[in-house]
């Protein structure tokens, strides 16, 4: 990505990131989408960084895309024993232009592979409401851990795996509480 810098957000990111969260996500909140990030505050923003490993996409100074890789042990209730990637934004003037996926290649590499030596990971969409990114994400190698209905929605959570000789279906999978 030439100039591009890839680095883990900071609070005093907050504010830009904001903006770029709250751009990129109207269009998902415009289908009805309910979703923490649709939803975002700045309080909620700098909770994310300050919880998450929220790493930003920067050119120049100026924030292109993020995404954030939850771990398993920041909730009660992991949706897996792998990270989770939530929160993934590109900015509305870089849309269409491969830079989100050239991204989250990035993060999958420099990140979940290199530093986590993270098996696999999940990640989360809407199956009614946006279904075009559902299909995307099945294109590219993504499996389907589990869908989830609520009553404005259908929810589906995929997962990848990127070490094969090292994922483990067993961990992939949180047991139910019972």
Do not use: C
């Not at 491969?98 to 592979?113: A, D, H, S, T």
């Not at 499996?143 to 589906?156: A, C, M, P, S």
């Amino acid at each position: 990505m030439g100039k591009d810098r890839l680095r883990i957000a900071t609070r005093e990111d907050a504010p830009a990131l904001l903006v770029l969260i709250q751009e990129s996500f109207q269009e998902v909140k415009d289908y009805g989408i309910d979703w923490p990030s649709t939803n975002a505050t700045l309080e909620s923003v700098i909770e994310n960084i300050e919880t998450g490993v929220a790493i930003v996409l920067e050119r120049e100074g100026q924030l292109l895309a993020t995404i954030t890789i939850r771990l398993p042990w920041e909730t009660d209730t992991p949706i897996s024993h792998y990270p989770f990637l939530w929160w993934f934004a590109t900015a509305h003037a870089w849309k269409g232009q491969g830079i989100g996926k050239k991204f989250l290649k990035q993060v999958e590499e420099e990140f979940l592979i290199k530093q986590f030596k993270a098996p696999a990971y999940v990640i989360g969409t809407s199956g009614e409401k946006h279904p075009w990114l559902l299909d995307m994400y099945l294109r590219n190698g993504y499996q389907t851990l589990f869908t989830q209905r609520d009553e404005n929605d259908l929810g589906v959570a995929l997962y990848k795996v990127l070490i094969p000789e090292r994922f483990d279906e067993k961990i992939l999978r949180v047991a139910e509480a019972h």
